[in-house]
């Protein structure tokens, strides 16, 4: 397999937003900066494909989420967590990170009702643009998603150390 990163980003004019399809979801802000709820649902979100902040303290965490361009969002289903992503502030626009769901919530269609959500937050903040990574090594259906909801490749690239494959991946 070809192990592949992308760049994707979205503007206004490409966006493709879709009226949530999901009973009883709601997407919040983290309120109080909590920083142990970030970094639980970073790492229960993210096993199997993220590896980048994984080692991260709960210090490195609270520090990060003070950065004011900083925001993290929830997903939750009749009040379950069922996922999230971060939205960071930089000078080229907003940058989605960290975006995804808890594995007893994949492969119901929210994926595409959370990247609706957290583009049109994106986008509230003023942003012209909205961009993201992914990579093969990513849940199968993230590209998919991205493309699907107004993203466009602006860069593609060999992926240099890609994850071991792994049989939890959902």
């Known amino acids: 397999m070809h192990h592949r990163s992308f760049t994707l980003e979205c503007t206004p004019a490409t966006f493709q937003p879709r009226a949530f399809q999901a009973a009883g979801l709601q997407v919040l802000p983290v309120k109080l900066r ?9 790492s229960e979100v993210g096993a199997g494909f993220w590896t980048e902040r994984r080692r991260w303290s709960s210090a490195r965490w609270q520090e990060h989420l003070r950065q004011p ?35 007893t919530y994949r492969g119901r269609g929210l994926g595409r009702d959370l990247l609706t959500a957290a583009t049109e937050q994106a986008f509230a903040t003023g942003a012209r643009k909205v961009w993201l990574h992914t990579a093969t090594d990513d849940h199968p259906n993230a590209l998919p998603n991205y493309l699907s909801g107004g993203y ?3 860069r593609e690239r060999a992926l240099r150390n890609p994850l071991q494959p792994q049989a939890t991946r959902t």
């Open 34 to 42: 909590n920083a142990a709820l970030c970094q639980r649902l970073w």
């Open 69 to 103: 361009q900083v925001s993290f969002w929830v997903a939750q289903v009749s009040g379950d967590e069922a996922g999230c992503f971060e939205l960071n502030g930089l000078t080229r626009g907003v940058k989605i990170e960290g975006f995804g769901l808890l594995p």
């Open 152 to 154: 466009r490749i602006v």
